[in-house]
């Protein structure tokens, strides 16, 4: 059992309960810890990345015995551990700047990092029905996070939040019955096994893998089960908007149905699992865009573009190739870090002009030119603009996919694209360029401390852009590496 | 045997109980200790993996939801007074769970003869501390997570 990882989960949660007794004493102190936590697990990830190399050989090795270690890292764990403290960091000192005051902040800070704990446990288990005990700590912190404003619309992102999120959890605990069931085991090797040997019933394990698709597509926010994502990214606080759209549904739901997806694909006769994959994944690529050229409201616009985005990642997870897998991971990680940027911008021009409603605003590039900035630098990432990152991740998945064979997919993904790059021009043109209006007449530049996570964010995408090879081969190559 | 009856009735008068309070924090809890007893009663029929789900799962998982949407009910209507007339109908259910038992308790000594008692089997603590002891890391981390939303919700008012 590989105990190194337990960290990772043990000191935010540690972290979070002592917050709230700090709190009393102390605020800053809390802001501080918070930080600090999330900082030190970044930087322990970060070096973690070359000791992963030996820890994915452990585990590669281990993968052929019987039990499978309920905790393991390798490479793809370590890189979706730099991503999950990088998003929840950002998001921790956002808030310090940016939620009012008051008793509850002391909650708000250990939910975020409770948060973060559990998707850390998601990422580092080894066993189905482990990341499901993990999942609902994901759940239950992300559920009271969106309502913590306490008005009537937090309240119903919550609830519908929790109403899809629950179903979604009993289908992944029956799937969990089922593979016990017909392998023996909850952990990732006894299905690996299994589906690889032939052993087990076809059909239980088909119906088990059915369910457990279902059940991260609902928490990936996949269209037809994307109900509850803009009304939940909409009505909670900007930095939990960040941090659910940048890095929540992708461990929830993303990371799951991608090593779901490398297991199907060394099994023959799973097939259809990986074909209904790609299905949902470019139909909410195109439903994502169509739905997001049509809204007024910035926020729910992000909402809608995230749901499209995770769609390229799942579609490119489902045809499986070493080079579509690379296109997933990394377009996994620049979706993070550029919808985290928008949603953080976001914030920052509702607080400057107290409106969210796109048709009311313009002329904000000259009034709050770091936001416009660092907004356009995200817009033209996710939008898939070189030098970028998010151009070499989508160009991964679109050759991935035309090379694999799936060539109507790929010529989805490349108009979907160029609609991404539609709708942004929009929202661009309405809110940053034009005319002054008299919504941004008095719009000032937020605090410093508020601008610091989306500049160092948006000069990641531009440093990870321009150095494309040296983090290809220094991140992504072995996290894919690892999953096949 | 006295042991498993010892058992059997927790889990009946708890589920009534859960039925039964108003105070719907008391219903949960109920619930919860129910599960335990059901928990107590796999264990001791040899099925660990699936006493070791129910802990994590009923016990655990369920009970902190259960309590996080009670927090969230206004507190007039969570501390409901408690109404004698619903515990006067325990009684009832207790004879006919008794009269039931009197039919075909014989028959449930019979099927019990042949299975193993606790001392028998693998060991509970190897299983919950050893083969399953993240799954306990996640409990805890659930009721941390339950107790800080209780905590958010009801912080509300003294900001």
Request: hydrophobic letters at 60%.
């Amino acid at each position: 059992m590989n105990q190194g990882l337990v960290p990772f989960i043990l000191l935010p949660a540690l972290a979070a309960v002592i917050a709230p007794f700090l709190w009393r004493k102390s605020r800053p102190a809390v802001e501080s810890l918070s930080a600090l936590v999330l900082g030190l697990g970044l930087i322990a990830a970060l070096i973690g990345i070359p000791l992963a190399g030996q820890l994915g050989a452990e585990f590669r090795a281990a993968r052929g015995s019987f039990p499978m270690p309920p905790f393991r890292g390798d490479e793809f764990s370590t890189l979706m551990l730099v991503t999950i403290f990088l998003i929840s960091l950002a998001s921790v000192f956002y808030s310090i700047f940016s939620v009012p005051g008051g008793e509850k902040r002391a909650s708000y800070y250990s939910l975020i990092l409770i948060c973060t704990a559990g998707m850390a446990g998601v990422v580092t288990t080894g066993d189905f029905f482990t990341m499901y005990v993990f999942l609902e700590v994901v759940a239950v912190s992300s559920f009271a996070l969106i309502a913590f404003s306490g008005d009537s619309e937090g309240i119903e992102g919550a609830l519908k939040y929790l109403f899809l999120s629950a179903p979604a959890s009993f289908l992944i605990l029956l799937g969990v019955a089922l593979l016990f069931l017909n392998t023996g085991g909850t952990s990732f090797s006894h299905l690996f096994q299994t589906a690889a040997g032939g052993g087990g019933s076809k059909a239980g394990i088909l119906a088990a893998l059915g369910l457990f698709a279902c059940g991260f597509m609902v928490k990936a926010g996949l269209v037809p089960f994307h109900g509850w994502v803009p009304d939940a990214y909409q009505s909670s606080p900007a930095p939990i908007s960040a941090l659910l759209s940048g890095i929540v549904t992708k461990v929830a739901g993303v990371y799951a149905l991608v090593r779901m997806s490398m297991f199907l694909h060394a099994a023959p006769g799973y097939a259809s699992v990986t074909r209904a994959l790609m299905f949902f994944g470019a139909l909410s690529i195109v439903v994502g865009a169509l739905a997001a050229m049509v809204q007024r409201d910035f926020k729910r616009l992000l909402a809608f573009s995230s749901i499209s985005q995770v769609g390229y990642i799942v579609l490119s997870a489902g045809l499986g190739t070493p080079m579509a897998l690379l296109g997933a991971t990394f377009h996994l990680f620049n979706h993070a870090t550029f919808k985290a940027t928008l949603f953080l911008n976001g914030a920052a021009v509702e607080r400057a002009t107290g409106t969210r409603d796109m048709t009311q605003l313009g002329g904000l590039g000259s009034r709050m030119p770091w936001t416009t900035g660092t907004s356009v630098v995200a817009f033209l990432s996710t939008a898939g603009i070189p030098p970028l990152s998010g151009f070499w991740s989508k160009l991964i998945i679109i050759v991935a996919l035309w090379v694999g064979g799936a060539k109507g997919y790929a010529i989805i993904a490349l108009l979907a694209s160029i609609l991404t790059l539609g709708y942004f021009l929009i929202l661009q043109r309405r809110i940053f360029f034009g005319k002054v209006v008299s919504f941004t007449e008095g719009a000032e530049e937020v605090a410093a401390g508020m601008l610091l996570p989306v500049v160092v964010l948006a000069a990641l995408m531009v440093i990870i852009g321009l150095y494309f090879p040296f983090i290809c081969q220094l991140l992504l190559d072995p996290a894919v590496k690892a999953l096949l | 045997m006295s042991l498993y009856l010892l058992l059997l009735v927790a889990l009946v008068l708890f589920s009534l109980l859960a039925v039964v309070f108003r105070n719907m924090l008391l219903a949960a809890i109920s619930l919860g200790v129910a599960s335990v007893a059901l928990t107590l009663i796999l264990f001791a029929l040899s099925a660990p993996w699936a006493a070791t789900f129910e802990l994590s799962v009923c016990a655990g998982l369920i009970t902190v939801l259960f309590v996080s949407a009670v927090s969230m009910i206004r507190k007039e209507e969570l501390f409901l007074k408690e109404g004698r007339a619903r515990f006067a109908l325990l009684p009832f259910f207790f004879l006919l769970f008794g009269i039931g038992f009197w039919f075909f308790g014989d028959r449930f000594a019979v099927a019990l003869r042949g299975m193993p008692t606790l001392g028998e089997q693998v060991g509970v603590g190897i299983l919950l501390w050893s083969v399953r002891s993240h799954d306990l890391l996640g409990q805890l981390c659930i009721i941390l997570a339950g107790v800080l939303a209780i905590k958010a919700f009801f912080g509300r008012g003294r900001d």
